[in-house]
């Protein structure tokens, strides 16, 4: 089974510049989340989609990153402009809910790390 | 709001020995508890997880963690180190009445010695 794919795996831009991270997930997770990990910190979720639809953006800088999964299977985060901080892995992961209880086990991809200069 | 505690930022364990993590988290519902292994370069990887029942659980490559809701804690344990278990750990917590979100520590970043 082919695991959550994501691309490109490192990108490095100078801040005010764009810049977009696609993913694609496991074959029939409804579920779709980004993640933002910074060096030294734990994964902290950006976005989260339920079929093609906004779970929670709650923690979404929305002045800068957006997000979509248009088709509710790949999805695409977008940052502009980057500032500094945004120097992270972008993080995507997938999961298939079991039944109300929604506690289906989150598959992640490798990343696509970010290094703004 | 819902809160994971990994109080160790590095251990540094010989090969052979034992190693344990420890995870607190502060919410006063009982969650569903993860721990995830993520190597360099390398997504996160599930090691194991808690839902109900037994409160110790057992996880891939020999990890074993015990939930112990008194302390609120889920900690992490392995009897015996491999070199390939240095990576760093992070533990998570997702809890239904605060939508499902998965929130993470801050990691524990595990070196092996020979």
């Known amino acids: 089974e082919a695991g959550v794919a994501q691309s490109p795996r490192y990108k490095i831009i100078e801040k005010r510049q764009s810049v977009a991270f696609w993913c694609n997930p496991i074959?029939?997770?409804?579920?779709l989340y980004w993640y933002q990990q910074i060096l030294g910190q734990g994964p902290k979720l950006l976005i989260q989609?339920?079929?093609?639809?906004?779970?929670?953006d709650s923690q979404l800088p929305k002045d800068r990153f957006s997000a979509e999964r248009l088709k509710g299977v790949d999805s695409t985060l977008k940052i502009q402009p980057a500032k500094l901080e945004d120097s992270a892995v972008y993080l995507c992961?997938?999961?298939?809910?079991?039944?109300?209880?929604?506690?289906?086990?989150?598959?992640f991809g490798e990343g696509s790390r970010l290094t703004v200069l | 709001a819902q809160s994971v505690t990994q109080p160790d930022i590095h251990i540094t364990v010989s090969e052979g020995a034992s190693l344990e993590l420890r995870c607190n988290y502060s919410?006063?519902?009982?969650?569903?508890l993860f721990w995830y292994v993520q190597s360099p370069g390398q997504g996160l990887q599930l090691l194991l997880k808690?839902?109900?029942?037994?409160?110790l659980v057992q996880g891939i490559k020999g990890f074993e963690a015990e939930f112990k809701r008194s302390q609120s804690s889920f900690n992490l344990r392995k009897p015996s180190v491999h070199w390939s278990d240095a990576a760093e750990y992070f533990c998570?917590?997702?809890?239904?009445?605060?939508?499902?979100?998965?929130?993470f520590g801050g990691g524990t970043r595990v070196l092996v010695k020979p």
């Open positions: 808690y839902f109900s029942g037994d409160t």
């Open positions: 074959s029939g997770h409804a579920t």
């Open positions: 998570a917590v997702r809890i239904k009445a605060a939508g499902n979100k998965l929130t």
């Open positions: 992961a997938s999961s298939f809910p079991r039944g109300q209880a929604n506690t289906g086990e989150l598959f």
């Open positions: 989609f339920q079929n093609n639809g906004v779970v929670d």
């Open positions: 919410y006063g519902a009982t969650p569903y």
